[in-house]
């Protein structure tokens, strides 16, 4: 609340202003007011998306979790990744076994399924592969996701799933805040499991 507060106030009054000096300032003027609120749109959506994880209520979501078949978040997260995919040419393959069904809530698996798929594409130089596996292994159900892309170094390794941490590639590459793999943790903890990564640095990253 403190932070998306303030926030909301100066998005309103930026709204208000930019519509009541439409005409009196410079279009020039005009479009640096736009520029301002299309940050402030973008600050707010980081802070919901991080407030979101970061209040993923355990004991509630535990309360409604449904037998969930690994094939459809894995499914819906592959679809999301598709776009971004698609424009640098990687290919995104998965492979579910029927079995792979655990106790959970498929929204929430879907969106951590979705952080680590999305990392994959984005991490990975054109024309690279992503590839998700999911199986059952006696009580467990493993899923793994393993790109050809950039790598971690070993430095990071030990770091990437706090929250606000950006690794060697996350600083040099394509924009992020650093949340998506504290959330992921998460997600992941909240249905008893664990999370982990594994790299070749310059050649790719497996989380399992
Ligand atoms: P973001 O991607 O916004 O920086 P994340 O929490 O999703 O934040 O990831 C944290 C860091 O982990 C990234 O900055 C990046 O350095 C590293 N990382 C995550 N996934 C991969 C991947 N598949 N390949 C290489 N580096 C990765």
Known sequence: HELRSPLGAIQQ?????????????????????????????DLLGLVNRWLRGFTVDMAGLQASFQPV?????????VENAQPEAVRKAIDVSAEVEPEAVVLGDEGTLAEALLNIIGNAVKYS?????VRVVAGREGEKV????????????????????ADFYRGKAGERGPGGAGIGLGITRRIVEAHGGTIAAASDPGRGSTFT
Do not use: C, Y
């Open 13 to 41: 009054n930026l709204f208000v202003l930019t519509r009541e000096l439409q005409g009196v300032i410079s279009e020039d003027q005009q479009r640096r007011l736009e520029r301002m609120g299309v940050r402030i749109q």
């Open 69 to 77: 078949a690994l094939s459809v978040p894995v499914g819906k997260a």
């Open 125 to 129: 130089r054109e024309g690279g592969r």
């Open 142 to 161: 493993v899923v793994s996701v393993t790109d050809t892309g950039v790598g971690i170094p070993q430095a990071d390794l030990p770091h990437i799933f």
